[in-house]
């Protein structure tokens, strides 16, 4: 099960790395402006920019959601080996193994 926790603790690593090289952090700042934006009441004054920010807001919320979603699902998976192991409960070790694997393959896309 230490192999197990180790390999998840990489992934996570790897995933955070990736966030940080996305600028994960930044894209959230910058959606939220632009909803700052969009919240002005002249917003809508200028049509094809309203459509444009629009979809850059969700384009971006979208992109977010996705990484934090997957380092969620990496953290939980993380949380109930960490307890299982604590308990000495070895029988999740092929479900978590299974769920890691289908973390790294969401990862790799």
Same mark, same amino acid.
Not at 72 to 86: G, R, S
């Given at each position: 099960m230490d192999n197990l926790l180790k390999q998840i603790m990489d992934l @996570? =690593?790897? !995933? !955070?790395?990736?966030?940080g090289l996305l600028n994960i =952090? @930044? @894209?959230k700042l910058e959606a939220?402006?632009?909803k700052l934006e969009m919240n002005q009441l002249d917003f809508w004054a200028d049509r094809e920019q309203a459509i444009k920010i629009s979809k850059e807001v969700e384009d971006l919320d @979208? &992109?977010?959601? &996705?990484w934090e =979603?997957? &380092?969620? =699902?990496?953290t939980d !998976?993380?949380?109930l080996v960490m307890v299982a192991q604590k308990e000495g409960d070895n029988t999740i070790e092929e479900d978590a193994s299974v769920k890691l694997n289908e973390l790294k393959e969401k990862f790799g896309k």
């Amino acid at each position: 099960m230490d192999n197990l926790l180790k390999q998840i603790m990489d992934l @996570k =690593e790897c !995933l !955070l790395k990736t966030m940080g090289l996305l600028n994960i =952090e @930044k @894209k959230k700042l910058e959606a939220g402006s632009k909803k700052l934006e969009m919240n002005q009441l002249d917003f809508w004054a200028d049509r094809e920019q309203a459509i444009k920010i629009s979809k850059e807001v969700e384009d971006l919320d @979208k &992109e977010i959601n &996705e990484w934090e =979603e997957l &380092e969620k =699902e990496i953290t939980d !998976l993380e949380d109930l080996v960490m307890v299982a192991q604590k308990e000495g409960d070895n029988t999740i070790e092929e479900d978590a193994s299974v769920k890691l694997n289908e973390l790294k393959e969401k990862f790799g896309k």
